[in-house]
């Protein structure tokens, strides 16, 4: 991919020039302090990080390259990672190259197919996804380049390990649901882009209507800076030279956890709950009552918050319009609407939060639930598809500006409280 590379060759050198004269010059300005509490509460809101793919601000929500995720909502994923490696949408010419270049990326090894059959019956499928993602790690250009290119240029071993991910991963996704729910194999078509690989294998069938939605669902968890678990913890990962595959495998461990990105499923369980006790159909009342008992009770109502954001997620708002438009009447969407606006009511009335709304994890799993893909266990697997395509073109640009290994340090308590004076 010649075009990507020259571009991305000179992007890189001006950034490297820019940062180490930002680093002479300011180097020992001081951004921001650090509280006790955010040393024990996860370093939430410590400002320790660089990324320049995006950004989440607490009104307008995730900023990708400067453009709101609404104004990038029809976009198709290939040209959000341009976007997201280059800083600017791809022309018509470079699309169609860049989509032929991944046409011929895109292929799975002939044992894959072995190796998932060989993995214990009932397997999670992130488990699967995961060692999946780790046995194709034998044939990293950036592991086999490594000692033989300068740190300058290890961006472009890189570029070559993401490449191949990002063409890879829809295909290597259905084959995983596809096998693992026993489901016959489908071929898809030769030449089909991104998405269409992706809806193809997973509902069996070409879908213009599911592609669209499937299409708003990638795009919008493409990207959310690297300050949350799954993207920090491949960028660390990264930062110590591993390679993209070693780098992905770690950020799915952390996405793979009940408080990140098994939220969606959890939130769909909690309507099939209210469903279970208050019938299919349950009256605006008695959902009121029920999500009631729940907080009295000190339960947390899954699907409403965020660690950054204090408006509505404008990613739950894209994905909600489409369902509203496409699944509107469903029993299961009108449940799950409700829900919404009675949680932010009683939220609000708690008083003790500081984003009420639900976030986009209250919708992912309802928008797959409607349109056909109901195993829950596997949401996860296809978050881990969408949020990948920042995490490679992260990798990439971390590699190219010279990003160090992430080194912070450690306190103990007893030090803490001796400078807390106590």
């Known amino acids: 991919m010649d075009i990507l590379r020259s571009r991305l060759a000179s992007q890189f050198s001006d950034s490297r020039e820019s940062i180490g004269e930002l680093l002479r010059v300011n180097g020992e300005f001081v951004i921001d302090s ?6 024990f509460g996860g370093m939430r809101g410590i400002h320790g990080l660089v990324c320049d793919t995006s950004s989440v601000d607490p009104t307008d929500g995730l900023i990708i390259r400067g453009r709101g995720i609404h104004a990038l909502k029809s976009c198709s994923p290939e040209e959000v990672f341009w976007l997201l490696l280059t800083g600017e949408l791809p022309e018509y010419d470079e699309l169609l190259a860049f989509r032929q270049d991944l046409l011929l990326r895109r292929r799975l090894p002939d044992w894959m197919d072995g190796f998932l059959a060989a ?8 488990s699967m996804f995961n060692a999946a993602v780790l046995a194709m790690q034998g044939q990293s250009h950036f592991a086999g380049a490594y000692h033989s290119t300068p740190k300058s240029e290890l961006w472009q071993p890189a570029l070559e390990d993401a490449l191949d991910l990002f063409a890879t991963m829809p295909l290597l996704a259905t084959r995983i649901y ?22 193809s294998g997973l509902l069996g069938r070409q879908d213009g209507d599911f592609e669209s939605l499937l299409r708003r669902y ?38 793979a956890g009940h408080i990140h990105g098994l939220a969606a499923q959890d939130f769909i369980r909690f309507l ?3 469903q279970d006790e208050l019938g299919s159909e349950p009256a605006e009342e008695s959902i009121r009552q029920a999500m009631q008992q729940r907080l009295d009770s000190g339960r947390v109502l899954p699907g409403f918050g965020h660690a950054v954001l204090r408006q ?23 449940l799950a609407s409700r ?22 994890d209250a919708v992912t799993g309802v928008v797959l639930q409607l349109a056909g893909v109901e195993q829950l266990e596997f949401y996860t697997v296809l978050f881990g598809v969408s949020l990948s395509i920042g995490i490679l073109a992260q990798n990439v640009v971390s590699r190219g500006i010279g990003s160090p290994i992430v080194r912070p340090r450690s306190v103990a308590t007893a030090e ?7």
Not at 119 to 126: E, K, Q, Y
């Open 218 to 255: 990638v795009v919008v968890q493409s990207d959310h800076e690297n300050g949350n678990v799954c993207a920090l913890s491949a960028h660390v990962t990264g930062s110590t030279h591993a390679d993209l595959y070693f780098a992905v495998s770690a950020g799915l461990n952390g996405l």
């Open 272 to 274: 099939h709950s209210l």
């Open 339 to 360: 829900v919404y606006s009675i949680g932010t009511e009683l939220l609000k009335a708690h008083g003790r939060v500081k984003n009420p709304y639900p976030n986009v």
């Open 312 to 334: 509505a997620d404008p990613r739950f708002e894209i994905l909600y319009a489409i369902a509203a438009e496409r699944y509107g009447d469903h029993p299961l969407f009108t």
């Open 178 to 199: 596809r096998q693992r729910y026993g489901l016959a194999d489908t071929a898809g078509s030769a030449d089909a882009d991104y998405i269409s690989q992706l809806a």
């Open 34 to 39: 650090v509280r006790i509490a955010q040393v």
């Open 119 to 126: 993995m214990p019956a009932g397997s999670h499928p992130m």
């Open 416 to 422: 803490l409280r001796g400078l807390a004076g106590g």
